[in-house]
């Protein structure tokens, strides 16, 4: 059973940077995509930035330039780097890891960008 366990998050000003962290236990294959979805209030869950075992990268527009993916040398543990937070970018993040067979996500972790 593959759990994702995550942490960073919490309260920033406008410009601010921000790091998340999750980390899969478990049996995983090298070649899962792991990567960061966020919901903010009255919104639905969408896509920040994915990240395969291969190192291709994916972001969503409204991120690109500020926010940058990463993932260990065991590619069980997958970054967020967040940069020039803005207000916007209030929610609820998500760590993904998604396989062949399943879909999984972690328990989420609340960042909050406001003065």
């Known amino acids: 059973q593959v759990q994702l366990v995550e942490s960073g998050g919490g309260l920033v000003q406008p410009g601010g940077s921000l790091r998340l962290s999750c980390t899969a236990s478990?049996?995983?294959?090298?070649?899962?995509?792991m990567g960061w979805y966020r919901q903010a209030p009255g919104k639905e869950r969408e896509l920040v930035a994915t990240?395969?075992?291969?190192?291709?990268?994916n972001y969503a527009d409204s991120v690109k330039g500020r926010f940058t993916i990463s993932r260990d040398s065991t590619k069980k543990t997958v970054i967020l780097q967040m940069a020039s937070l803005k207000p916007e970018d209030t929610a609820v993040y998500y760590c993904?890891?998604?396989?062949?067979?399943?879909?999984?996500w972690g328990q989420g972790t609340q960042v909050t960008v406001s003065s």
């Open positions: 478990g049996s995983i294959s090298r070649l899962v995509v």
């Open positions: 990240m395969t075992g291969g190192g291709d990268t």
């Open positions: 993904n890891l998604l396989t062949a067979l399943r879909n999984y």
